[in-house]
Protein backbone atom coordinates (compact mmCIF):
# COMPACT_ATOMS: atom_id res chain seq x y z
CA UNK A 1 0.00 0.00 0.00
CA UNK A 2 1.42 3.61 -1.29
CA UNK A 3 2.16 5.99 2.03
CA UNK A 4 1.09 9.40 1.72
CA UNK A 5 4.42 10.85 1.05
CA UNK A 6 4.26 8.46 -1.91
CA UNK A 7 0.16 9.00 -3.08
CA UNK A 8 1.29 12.76 -3.09
CA UNK A 9 4.58 12.14 -5.18
CA UNK A 10 2.72 10.04 -7.62
CA UNK A 11 2.59 11.59 -11.37
CA UNK A 12 5.46 13.94 -10.48
CA UNK A 13 8.57 15.05 -12.48
CA UNK A 14 11.59 15.53 -10.43
CA UNK A 15 14.65 16.49 -11.61
CA UNK A 16 18.05 16.35 -9.76
CA UNK A 17 21.42 17.81 -10.18
CA UNK A 18 24.52 16.20 -9.68
CA UNK A 19 22.80 12.72 -9.46
CA UNK A 20 26.06 10.50 -10.53
CA UNK A 21 27.25 10.24 -6.72
CA UNK A 22 26.81 11.03 -3.03
CA UNK A 23 23.20 12.65 -1.93
CA UNK A 24 22.14 13.51 -5.51
CA UNK A 25 22.38 9.54 -6.23
CA UNK A 26 20.46 8.96 -3.48
CA UNK A 27 18.38 10.94 -3.78
CA UNK A 28 17.08 9.44 -7.39
CA UNK A 29 16.69 6.03 -5.76
CA UNK A 30 14.95 7.46 -2.57
CA UNK A 31 12.03 8.85 -4.65
CA UNK A 32 11.69 6.32 -6.82
CA UNK A 33 11.58 3.53 -3.86
CA UNK A 34 8.92 5.77 -2.07
CA UNK A 35 6.56 6.42 -5.22
CA UNK A 36 7.59 3.73 -7.40
CA UNK A 37 4.48 3.14 -9.89
CA UNK A 38 4.80 7.00 -11.34
CA UNK A 39 7.02 8.97 -11.04
CA UNK A 40 9.69 10.25 -13.91
CA UNK A 41 13.11 11.52 -12.85
CA UNK A 42 15.45 13.45 -14.16
CA UNK A 43 19.14 12.95 -13.44
CA UNK A 44 21.97 14.78 -14.42
CA UNK A 45 25.38 15.44 -14.09
CA UNK A 46 28.72 15.87 -16.04
CA UNK A 47 29.57 12.06 -16.01
CA UNK A 48 27.40 10.91 -18.16
CA UNK A 49 28.06 6.70 -18.13
CA UNK A 50 27.41 6.95 -13.78
CA UNK A 51 23.82 8.84 -14.77
CA UNK A 52 23.13 6.19 -17.40
CA UNK A 53 23.89 3.21 -14.62
CA UNK A 54 21.54 4.84 -12.37
CA UNK A 55 18.88 4.74 -14.23
CA UNK A 56 20.13 1.37 -15.08
CA UNK A 57 19.64 0.68 -11.46
CA UNK A 58 16.48 2.31 -10.34
CA UNK A 59 14.81 0.29 -12.71
CA UNK A 60 16.70 -3.07 -11.43
CA UNK A 61 15.15 -1.99 -7.76
CA UNK A 62 11.96 -0.52 -8.69
CA UNK A 63 10.74 -1.56 -11.85
CA UNK A 64 9.18 0.23 -15.10
CA UNK A 65 6.34 2.50 -13.31
CA UNK A 66 9.43 4.86 -12.79
CA UNK A 67 10.89 6.82 -15.90
CA UNK A 68 13.99 8.00 -15.83
CA UNK A 69 15.95 10.29 -18.40
CA UNK A 70 19.80 10.76 -18.05
CA UNK A 71 21.35 14.18 -18.92
CA UNK A 72 24.85 15.03 -19.06
CA UNK A 73 24.67 18.70 -17.98
CA UNK A 74 27.53 20.99 -16.51
CA UNK A 75 25.31 23.64 -14.21
CA UNK A 76 28.00 25.83 -14.51
CA UNK A 77 26.88 27.18 -18.48
CA UNK A 78 23.77 29.49 -18.56
CA UNK A 79 23.56 28.40 -21.96
CA UNK A 80 23.99 24.59 -21.50
CA UNK A 81 20.83 25.00 -18.69
CA UNK A 82 18.60 26.43 -20.77
CA UNK A 83 19.15 24.34 -23.92
CA UNK A 84 18.23 21.08 -22.21
CA UNK A 85 15.25 22.76 -20.38
CA UNK A 86 13.87 23.68 -24.11
CA UNK A 87 15.16 20.31 -25.30
CA UNK A 88 13.65 17.79 -23.07
CA UNK A 89 11.65 15.55 -24.23
CA UNK A 90 7.51 16.30 -23.93
CA UNK A 91 7.16 13.89 -21.21
CA UNK A 92 9.56 15.26 -18.89
CA UNK A 93 9.06 18.88 -19.70
CA UNK A 94 6.43 19.42 -16.46
CA UNK A 95 8.72 19.58 -13.77
CA UNK A 96 7.38 19.25 -10.33
CA UNK A 97 10.35 19.30 -8.18
CA UNK A 98 13.86 21.04 -9.32
CA UNK A 99 16.44 19.42 -6.49
CA UNK A 100 19.44 21.80 -6.50
CA UNK A 101 21.96 19.17 -5.36
CA UNK A 102 25.10 19.79 -7.49
CA UNK A 103 28.02 21.23 -5.81
CA UNK A 104 31.54 20.89 -4.83
CA UNK A 105 34.61 22.06 -2.82
CA UNK A 106 38.28 22.25 -3.81
CA UNK A 107 41.33 22.47 -1.45
CA UNK A 108 41.68 24.09 1.77
CA UNK A 109 43.80 26.87 0.93
CA UNK A 110 43.28 30.52 2.42
CA UNK A 111 43.82 33.31 1.32
CA UNK A 112 46.07 35.08 -0.36
CA UNK A 113 46.75 31.22 -1.67
CA UNK A 114 43.73 30.59 -3.00
CA UNK A 115 43.75 29.28 -6.42
CA UNK A 116 41.86 31.25 -9.30
CA UNK A 117 40.65 28.45 -10.95
CA UNK A 118 39.29 26.74 -7.95
CA UNK A 119 37.77 29.69 -6.69
CA UNK A 120 36.03 30.27 -9.86
CA UNK A 121 34.98 26.58 -10.20
CA UNK A 122 33.23 26.99 -7.13
CA UNK A 123 31.15 30.03 -7.23
CA UNK A 124 30.29 28.62 -11.03
CA UNK A 125 29.08 25.45 -9.53
CA UNK A 126 27.56 26.05 -6.51
CA UNK A 127 26.02 29.49 -6.80
CA UNK A 128 25.73 30.54 -10.90
CA UNK A 129 24.94 27.11 -11.51
CA UNK A 130 21.71 26.56 -9.06
CA UNK A 131 20.92 30.25 -10.17
CA UNK A 132 21.08 28.84 -13.81
CA UNK A 133 19.10 25.65 -13.18
CA UNK A 134 16.36 27.81 -10.99
CA UNK A 135 16.13 30.69 -13.46
CA UNK A 136 15.64 28.09 -16.26
CA UNK A 137 13.28 25.95 -14.45
CA UNK A 138 11.15 28.58 -12.92
CA UNK A 139 9.29 30.15 -15.36
CA UNK A 140 7.88 26.59 -16.15
CA UNK A 141 6.59 26.41 -12.15
CA UNK A 142 5.23 29.96 -12.37
CA UNK A 143 2.34 29.18 -15.51
CA UNK A 144 1.16 25.82 -13.84
CA UNK A 145 -2.67 26.47 -13.04
CA UNK A 146 -4.06 25.88 -9.72
CA UNK A 147 -7.43 24.62 -8.70
CA UNK A 148 -10.43 25.58 -6.16
CA UNK A 149 -9.13 28.46 -3.41
CA UNK A 150 -5.72 29.18 -5.41
CA UNK A 151 -7.32 29.34 -9.02
CA UNK A 152 -6.26 32.59 -8.95
CA UNK A 153 -2.42 32.70 -7.87
CA UNK A 154 -0.98 30.86 -10.78
CA UNK A 155 2.51 28.60 -9.82
CA UNK A 156 2.71 25.55 -7.95
CA UNK A 157 6.07 23.07 -7.79
CA UNK A 158 8.59 22.54 -5.62
CA UNK A 159 12.86 23.95 -5.27
CA UNK A 160 14.81 22.34 -2.90
CA UNK A 161 18.41 23.40 -2.26
CA UNK A 162 21.02 21.38 -0.73
CA UNK A 163 22.98 24.37 0.99
CA UNK A 164 25.42 23.52 4.06
CA UNK A 165 26.10 23.96 7.33
CA UNK A 166 28.98 25.59 5.96
CA UNK A 167 26.66 28.55 4.76
CA UNK A 168 25.56 28.87 8.37
CA UNK A 169 28.70 28.79 9.89
CA UNK A 170 32.47 29.63 7.67
CA UNK A 171 35.60 27.95 9.20
CA UNK A 172 39.09 27.63 8.57
CA UNK A 173 40.13 26.43 5.52
CA UNK A 174 36.74 26.85 3.89
CA UNK A 175 36.28 30.57 2.88
CA UNK A 176 35.58 30.21 -0.62
CA UNK A 177 33.08 26.89 -0.08
CA UNK A 178 31.51 28.81 2.86
CA UNK A 179 30.66 31.61 1.01
CA UNK A 180 28.91 29.63 -1.82
CA UNK A 181 26.82 28.31 0.39
CA UNK A 182 26.38 31.48 2.33
CA UNK A 183 25.17 33.01 -0.93
CA UNK A 184 22.57 29.78 -1.60
CA UNK A 185 21.10 30.34 1.48
CA UNK A 186 20.36 34.19 0.42
CA UNK A 187 19.08 33.16 -2.77
CA UNK A 188 17.17 31.14 -1.08
CA UNK A 189 15.39 33.09 1.82
CA UNK A 190 14.86 36.09 -0.99
CA UNK A 191 13.26 33.58 -3.65
CA UNK A 192 11.17 32.58 -0.80
CA UNK A 193 9.84 36.19 -0.03
CA UNK A 194 9.80 36.97 -3.83
CA UNK A 195 7.38 33.74 -4.84
CA UNK A 196 4.75 34.25 -2.06
CA UNK A 197 2.11 34.64 -3.63
CA UNK A 198 2.47 31.46 -5.34
CA UNK A 199 2.37 27.82 -4.33
CA UNK A 200 5.73 27.36 -5.28
CA UNK A 201 7.71 25.91 -2.16
CA UNK A 202 11.30 27.05 -1.84
CA UNK A 203 13.12 24.58 0.58
CA UNK A 204 16.56 24.56 1.91
CA UNK A 205 18.26 21.47 3.16
CA UNK A 206 21.59 22.27 5.50
CA UNK A 207 23.68 19.14 5.66
CA UNK A 208 26.24 18.70 8.37
CA UNK A 209 28.83 15.83 7.78
CA UNK A 210 28.06 13.44 4.91
CA UNK A 211 30.22 10.81 3.58
CA UNK A 212 30.52 10.77 -0.40
CA UNK A 213 32.50 11.77 -3.03
CA UNK A 214 32.88 14.90 -1.18
CA UNK A 215 35.98 14.89 0.20
CA UNK A 216 37.81 13.11 -2.23
CA UNK A 217 37.40 15.75 -5.33
CA UNK A 218 38.02 18.67 -2.35
CA UNK A 219 41.45 16.61 -1.61
CA UNK A 220 41.81 16.02 -5.63
CA UNK A 221 41.89 12.33 -5.66
CA UNK A 222 43.69 11.34 -2.50
CA UNK A 223 41.60 9.14 -0.80
CA UNK A 224 44.28 8.60 2.17
CA UNK A 225 43.37 12.44 2.88
CA UNK A 226 39.62 11.84 2.84
CA UNK A 227 39.65 8.88 4.95
CA UNK A 228 40.98 11.08 7.10
CA UNK A 229 38.05 13.66 7.52
CA UNK A 230 35.88 10.85 8.80
CA UNK A 231 38.17 8.91 11.60
CA UNK A 232 36.92 8.76 14.43
CA UNK A 233 33.65 9.86 13.36
CA UNK A 234 30.23 8.68 11.73
CA UNK A 235 29.20 10.45 9.42
CA UNK A 236 25.97 10.64 7.73
CA UNK A 237 25.15 8.34 4.61
CA UNK A 238 23.86 10.71 1.88
CA UNK A 239 20.84 8.12 2.15
CA UNK A 240 19.99 10.05 5.56
CA UNK A 241 20.04 13.28 3.03
CA UNK A 242 17.72 11.50 0.07
CA UNK A 243 15.11 10.76 2.72
CA UNK A 244 14.89 14.42 4.35
CA UNK A 245 14.78 15.90 0.81
CA UNK A 246 12.12 13.24 -0.32
CA UNK A 247 10.08 14.33 2.81
CA UNK A 248 9.70 17.56 2.07
CA UNK A 249 8.60 17.46 -1.16
CA UNK A 250 6.23 14.75 0.04
CA UNK A 251 4.39 16.77 2.54
CA UNK A 252 1.12 18.44 1.87
CA UNK A 253 1.16 21.34 -0.81
CA UNK A 254 0.47 24.12 2.52
CA UNK A 255 3.68 22.96 4.80
CA UNK A 256 6.91 23.93 3.57
CA UNK A 257 9.96 22.77 5.44
CA UNK A 258 11.42 26.17 4.59
CA UNK A 259 14.61 25.21 6.64
CA UNK A 260 16.50 22.23 7.73
CA UNK A 261 19.80 21.48 9.59
CA UNK A 262 20.89 17.17 9.39
CA UNK A 263 23.62 16.52 12.01
CA UNK A 264 24.98 13.27 12.49
CA UNK A 265 24.99 12.60 16.13
CA UNK A 266 28.68 13.37 16.85
CA UNK A 267 28.62 16.86 15.15
CA UNK A 268 27.63 19.96 17.11
CA UNK A 269 28.66 22.67 15.16
CA UNK A 270 30.32 22.63 11.43
CA UNK A 271 34.16 22.22 12.84
CA UNK A 272 33.17 20.80 16.57
CA UNK A 273 32.65 16.98 16.27
CA UNK A 274 33.63 13.83 19.07
CA UNK A 275 35.90 12.06 17.44
CA UNK A 276 36.80 8.89 19.10
CA UNK A 277 40.16 7.64 20.12
CA UNK A 278 41.94 5.74 17.63
P1 LIG B 1 29.59 14.26 -4.38
O1 LIG B 1 29.43 12.82 -4.08
O2 LIG B 1 30.95 14.74 -4.79
O3 LIG B 1 28.51 14.69 -5.47
C1 LIG B 1 28.55 15.95 -6.10
C2 LIG B 1 27.74 15.89 -7.37
O4 LIG B 1 27.76 17.18 -8.00
C3 LIG B 1 28.28 14.89 -8.37
O5 LIG B 1 27.21 14.16 -8.89
C4 LIG B 1 28.93 15.75 -9.44
O6 LIG B 1 28.78 15.11 -10.70
C5 LIG B 1 28.04 16.98 -9.37
N1 LIG B 1 28.68 18.16 -9.95
C6 LIG B 1 29.81 18.78 -9.56
N2 LIG B 1 30.08 19.82 -10.38
C7 LIG B 1 29.08 19.85 -11.31
C8 LIG B 1 28.80 20.67 -12.41
N3 LIG B 1 29.60 21.71 -12.78
N4 LIG B 1 27.68 20.42 -13.16
C9 LIG B 1 26.89 19.39 -12.83
N5 LIG B 1 27.10 18.58 -11.80
C10 LIG B 1 28.19 18.80 -11.04
O7 LIG B 1 29.22 15.14 -3.11
P2 LIG B 1 27.86 15.25 -2.23
O8 LIG B 1 28.31 15.29 -0.82
O9 LIG B 1 26.86 14.26 -2.63
O10 LIG B 1 27.42 16.73 -2.62
C11 LIG B 1 26.09 17.06 -2.97
C12 LIG B 1 25.74 18.42 -2.39
O11 LIG B 1 25.76 18.32 -0.95
C13 LIG B 1 26.72 19.54 -2.75
O12 LIG B 1 25.98 20.71 -3.04
C14 LIG B 1 27.52 19.72 -1.46
O13 LIG B 1 28.04 21.02 -1.35
C15 LIG B 1 26.46 19.42 -0.42
N6 LIG B 1 26.95 19.09 0.91
C16 LIG B 1 27.76 18.01 1.10
C17 LIG B 1 28.21 17.73 2.40
C18 LIG B 1 29.12 16.57 2.68
O14 LIG B 1 29.67 16.51 3.80
N7 LIG B 1 29.31 15.63 1.78
C19 LIG B 1 27.82 18.54 3.47
C20 LIG B 1 26.97 19.61 3.23
C21 LIG B 1 26.54 19.88 1.95
P3 LIG B 1 29.80 15.15 -11.92
O15 LIG B 1 31.18 15.26 -11.34
O16 LIG B 1 29.53 13.87 -12.64
O17 LIG B 1 29.38 16.36 -12.70
Redesign the pocket.
Known sequence: MATATGKRLAGKTILI????????RSTALEFARTSPKDLKIIV????LD?IQQLAEDIKKEVGEGIKVHPVQ????SANAVSEFVNQLPEEFKQIDVLVN?????KGVAQAPDIAPADLSEMFA??VT?LINMTQAVLPIMKARKNEGMHADMPGAGDIIN?G???GREAYVGGSIYCATKAAVRSFTEAMRKELVSTRIRIIEID????E???SV?RFGGDKSKADAVYKGVEPLT?DDIAEVVVFAAGRRENVVLADTLVYPNHQGAATVMHRKPA
Open positions: TGASSGIGTARRKLDVSNAGMVTNGISIAPGQVTEFVP
